[in-house]
């Protein structure tokens, strides 16, 4: 196999995972449990019942969070020259890690935690502390890894508005908006990062994956194996 023809097969190998990630993650978020409970007491129980779940859920978002990070970072080599994608790729990169850790917190460590130490203690109350820690943590990271992700895809789409077809153009427009959405929303306070704030910045997100995707798959292999200038001109 020629290194061209193992550059394109590589393009569209990411683009395929971009796409398949983009569908995937939203639908993975509507089986993401929430605790139920009059009080502090029965919502930690629930933490421990719905544990196992959650485990399965966050496991499933980090391995779409490394797909989509690796297809990226293989996408950034073929635009090595354009310092929009450079520096996108670098902050989503801070994101995606900052994101993998609130998965592992929420998805691992709060219910390991609560099947270890509830059999241990006389009252339930008394594992809150640790808990609020923990989900601290979590948001803290969560909203790191929106704000690194979403400002990667912005300067992303920038470099997309410079390329030529409808396609890169809808692809960056729509990057630019979701990626402002996300980033306006939470530091304003707008979306907050529970279920419902986290599922929007999925889907938000979500859309540029594929439409990135499918515009890799679309191109022919001398663009999809191209990289870019900073003025916007493709170079084999």
């Known amino acids: 196999m020629t290194t061209t023809s193992s550059r394109a097969t590589g393009a569209v190998l990411s683009g395929v995972l971009l796409i398949a990630s983009g ?3 939203p639908l993975i978020m ?6 139920q409970g009059g009080d502090m007491a029965s919502r930690l129980t629930s933490l421990t019942e719905i544990s196992a779940l959650s ?9 779409c969070i490394v797909a989509l990070w ?6 950034a ?3 090595q020259d354009n310092g929009w994608v450079w520096t996108a790729i670098r902050v989503y990169a801070l994101g995606a890690a900052a994101m993998l850790g609130a998965a592992l917190i ?3 460590l709060i219910g390991d935690y609560l099947q270890r130490v509830l059999p241990l203690i006389p009252r339930t109350e008394g594992a809150l502390p640790s808990v609020l820690l923990a989900f601290s943590a979590n948001q803290v990271l969560a909203g790191f890894g929106t704000l690194g992700m979403s400002a990667g895809i912005v300067l992303w789409s920038i470099a997309m508005l410079r390329q030529a077809g409808p396609l890169a153009t809808t692809c960056g427009a729509c990057g630019a908006i979701a990626g402002l959405l996300c980033l306006i929303g939470y530091a304003t306070g707008l979306i907050s990062l529970d279920v419902p704030g986290m599922t929007f910045v999925v889907v938000a997100q979500s859309l ?4 990135l995707g499918l515009w890799v798959l679309r191109a ?9 200038t900073d003025d916007g001109h493709r170079v084999s």
Request: charged share 5%; with cysteine.
């Open 77 to 79: 080599r073929r635009w």
């Open 30 to 35: 509507i089986f993401h449990p929430t605790a």
């Open 55 to 63: 485990r399965h859920v966050h496991l499933a978002m980090i391995m």
């Open 208 to 211: 540029w994956y594929c439409l």
């Open 220 to 228: 022919s292999p001398g663009v999809a194996t191209a990289t870019s």
């Open 23 to 25: 569908v995937l993650a």
């Open 70 to 75: 690796l297809s990226l970072a293989h996408l």
């Open 106 to 108: 929420s998805g691992f």
